[in-house]
């Protein structure tokens, strides 16, 4: 079993989502924490960077939570950060994201020294 751990950037994002959303949203986390062997659909290492997203899909759209973990195989790893999340519009989001995703883990990073 995966332990999981919120970002306030990714709270922030929850509580803005429909009860439907969020619903969605427990049962993948449910899935990740539980299960070692995980779908591409619903999981995917993002290229040329340390985080993964998680895919949620509703009402013809994407909803993204970037997280990362405490190994370089997802199936080894026992620890799971959410760092943040958004509704995927286009290709472009990522870039911004990703960019978001490494100041908050850089901020956990320096708090956690401290």
């Known amino acids: ?6 970002t306030c950037e990714f709270d922030a994002f929850y509580e803005s989502l429909t009860m439907n959303v969020k619903n969605k949203i427990k049962y993948a986390l449910n899935i990740i924490s539980e299960v070692k062997v995980v779908n591409v659909k619903l999981v995917k290492k993002l290229v040329d960077t340390e985080f993964y997203e ?33 509704v995927k519009k286009s290709t472009k989001d990522y870039k911004k994201e990703i960019v978001k995703a490494e100041k908050i883990l850089k901020t956990l990073s320096y708090e956690n020294k401290n």
């Open 54 to 86: 998680l895919r949620i899909s509703m009402d013809n759209e994407y909803r993204v939570i970037i997280f990362t973990i405490d190994n370089d195989n997802f199936y080894e790893c026992e620890q799971i950060i959410l760092l943040n999340g958004f």
């Open 1 to 6: 079993m995966r332990t999981i751990y919120r």
